[in-house]
């Protein structure tokens, strides 16, 4: 074995005793993706996130980050925590429309609750050189179908007595501690031990996520998965679920090849998003949940909020639908559950959350990122797509909050549940309301109670789920 190759296999080893699952190494050089990433900017698909335009030398040549750099460790650490809790209690399901898997909610009609059944089961589309059952699917037919709700006091992280009744789901990078501190720490140890075997002259600089830097491309380059066509990056080991995190170095080491890509002719993922946020291999962050309910700290459009299904954070539809999935394990890494059991919040308890709650509850974790204002926007959306007429008093509540991002959000809710209650409470509102923006949502959401109740819907009993009126 040359020294280089000594090196890196001591790398790799320590790596993995840091508790990574995956390692590799790539040159560092230029990536020669400028002008698909330019043209993705161009296209507008960043929407608000401003740092993916600023610092783009690092992204598309990593030596920028460290002048001299020769070297890219990546690592991928499998954060897999198991699938989310069915929202409804045993035998409390019965309600739900048949087909109602996929986006959680159990549809508002028959048309869109087929509609996501068959972009979920795929049947049929997998990779060419695969076969077998979609693996990991979780988030099972989350119909509201109870009227226990958990009512005021109740943590929104505690299903309480009434189960996960009026509850909204996390995606799983966020059910443990925030990664990014947990990873940085180990990459910290990686980087002094590479230091150390390197002599006087190593030089090192680490990375995880918030750095300007393409990780999934780096990892790409070192074999540990490929680009897939949800853009995320894929390990026939881990599937989907893995962090990512690099070492850049101006350390000489030996590289791994490239991993090819194991697609196919799969089209599940792209085809599984409610938001239509995917083409193959690019995704148009503006239309994707993740983005719409972390990273935007404005109004959601509304013509996306029915799609965010009951999603109050982050998103993983067009993961859970990988067929490489199935080779997931559970992670034993205790940084991956723990902050968010059953991978739900209750959705009214996070509408009356207040400030203090929202630190003690959350701190550490990665659900700060989107603050309280925008997981109370968030929970209002999911209960409007419920459609349980149990969340009109947090919702009406909810309209009195001091922040207008939240009473807009809370009056589209009500309008989408509709009934003599919702519809009251919003005329009252519209009465004092001064900003433009809620009362443009206020006069929106009496529109839309008044056409369901034309639609001879009306307010449903507690425990039934709104069903309009859609032609099959
Ligand atoms: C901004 C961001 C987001 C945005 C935008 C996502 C996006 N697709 O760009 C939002 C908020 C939507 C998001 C969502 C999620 N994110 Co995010 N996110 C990032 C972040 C900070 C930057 C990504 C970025 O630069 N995007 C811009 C686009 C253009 O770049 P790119 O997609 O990386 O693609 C480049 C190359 O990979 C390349 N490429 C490589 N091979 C190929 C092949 C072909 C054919 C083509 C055309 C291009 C191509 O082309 C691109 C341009 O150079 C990274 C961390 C980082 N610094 O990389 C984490 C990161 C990508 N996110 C991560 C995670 C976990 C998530 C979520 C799963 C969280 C969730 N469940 O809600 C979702 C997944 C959604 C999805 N389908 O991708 C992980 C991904 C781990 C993995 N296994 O891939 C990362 C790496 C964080 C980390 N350190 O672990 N995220
Ligand atoms: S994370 Fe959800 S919304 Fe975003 S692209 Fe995937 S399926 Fe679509
Ligand atoms: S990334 Fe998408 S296209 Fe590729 S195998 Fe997974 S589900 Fe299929």
Known sequence: MDERAGLTEKIRARALELGFDE???????????????????????????????????PRLDPRAALPGAR???SVALNYYPGD??????????????????????????????????????????????????????????AGKADANGDGPGASAADPGAGGWSLSGRVARYAWGSDYHAEIRERLEALAAFMRDLGGPEARTRLAV????LLERELASRTGIGWFGKNTNLVSTRLGMWCFLGEI??????????????????????????????????????????????????GSIPRALREGIGDWVFGCDLCLEVCPWNRFARPSEDPMVRGRVPGGRLDAEGLLRMSEEEFRRQFR????????????????????????????????????????????GHAAWALGQIGGATAEQALRQTMEREEDAEVREEIGLALEAAAARQR??????????????????
């Not at 590799?24 to 929407?47: E, I, N």
Request: proline share 8%; aromatic share 4%.
């Open 23 to 57: 390692v590799g190494v790539s040159p560092a050089g230029p990536l020669g993706r400028d002008d698909y990433y330019l043209a993705w900017l161009g296209r507008g698909f960043a929407g608000e996130m401003d740092y993916l335009q600023r610092n783009l030398e």
């Open 71 to 73: 070297s890219i460790v």
């Open 84 to 141: 989310h809790e069915s929202a409804a209690r045993p035998g409390a399901a019965a309600g739900l429309a048949p087909g109602a898997t996929g986006n959680g909610v159990g549809g508002r009609g028959p048309g869109r609750a087929s509609a996501n059944r068959a972009r979920v089961d795929g049947v049929g589309a997998g990779p060419d050189d695969m076969s077998g059952a979609v693996a990991g699917v979780g988030g099972i037919g």
């Open 209 to 212: 996520d918030t750095s300007a």
């Open 248 to 297: 850049l170095t101006t350390l000489e080491l030996a590289y791994d090849l490239p991993h090819p890509d194991r697609c196919g002719s799969c089209t599940r993922c792209v085809e599984a998003c409610p938001t239509e946020a995917l083409t193959p291999h690019t995704m148009d962050a503006t239309r994707c949940i993740s983005y719409l309910t972390i990273e935007h700290r």
């Open 364 to 407: 550490g974790t990665a659900l700060t990122r989107a603050k309280r204002r925008g997981l109370q926007r968030n929970a209002a959306v999911v209960l409007g797509n419920l459609g349980d007429p149990t969340a009109v008093p947090a919702l009406v509540e909810a309209l009195g909050s001091p922040d207008p991002l939240v009473r």
């Open 455 to 472: 639609g001879g819907v009306g307010q449903a009993e507690p425990g039934e789920r709104v069903e309009q009126a859609v032609p099959a």
